[in-house]
């Protein structure tokens, strides 16, 4: 069975962050293991508090997890501060395997995710990564308003809208532009679904699966998860990863 280290953060709702990746992984049959970043109080109306871990605490999580499983790739969400994302590098240098880098700024409701101060730090961790995932508001805060895409590694920018479609563009580092199609749904809920997007990407790589055919499957997947959404919750609603992870593959 291929085995995913996601290290993220913990939505309490549910619906994104650590209890959506392991759902999402579950979902194409990838067991997941955890280091939790920050602990969230949130529902889908909005975030009202974070705490984030010590340090030495999230690398206890990594150095366990990595004693004793065999990982297959590894994808990373919520890193929330400076002190969190400088201490991943020397983890990230030592390891030789796919990493999926989701920076999340924006949660759906509009809570801040990244403390202002961190954004450079984070573009510092860009260099070990298979995949950076931004939508557009965090790939505008990362490469500016023309999105002159500049990164060591592919970058897949979600989404534009064209034509009644959700557009997601994958920038290679040599220039190369690949695009990625679905119909466009008009629906609230869509909490997680960045979250879901990088870890479907991340558990077809540990797959085997190749970076576009990841991306392929994953956006299906997507899809699939939000046209059958349980519309829960007052805000934003969750997916349904089971039903998006049964018409994927």
Do not use: W
């Amino acid at each position: 069975m291929k085995t995913l280290l996601i290290i993220a953060g913990s939505d309490s709702s549910g619906g994104a962050g650590i209890q959506a990746d392991i759902k999402t992984a579950e979902a194409f049959g990838v067991f997941s293991t955890t280091a939790i970043t920050v602990l969230t109080a949130q529902n889908t109306t909005g975030v009202k508090s974070i705490e984030p871990v010590s340090v030495g605490f999230l690398h206890d999580q990594i150095e366990m997890i990595m004693s004793d499983f065999r990982i297959d790739a590894i994808k990373i969400g919520m890193l929330f501060n400076k002190e969190l994302i400088s201490s991943l590098g020397s983890f990230l240098e030592r390891v030789n395997l796919p990493v999926v880098l989701d920076p999340v700024f924006l949660s759906k409701a509009g809570a801040n995710l990244l403390e202002i101060d961190a954004v450079e730090e984070l573009k510092k961790l860009f260099k070990y990564a298979t995949l950076i995932t931004p939508n557009q508001k965090e790939a505008i805060v990362l490469f500016g308003k023309e999105l002159r895409v500049d990164a060591p590694s592919p970058v897949l920018i979600k989404h534009f809208v064209k034509n009644g479609h959700s557009l997601d563009r994958l920038y290679y580092p040599d220039g190369k532009v690949v695009d990625f199609e679905s119909l466009k749904l008009e629906t609230k809920n869509l909490h997680g679904s960045g979250c879901s997007y990088s870890t479907a990407i991340a558990s077809n790589l540990a797959l085997g699966k190749s970076l576009e055919d990841a991306i392929k499957i994953s956006k299906k997947f997507i899809y699939e998860a939000i046209l059958n959404a349980p519309n829960l919750g007052k805000g934003p609603g969750p997916l349904a990863h089971k039903i998006g992870g049964n018409s994927a593959t």
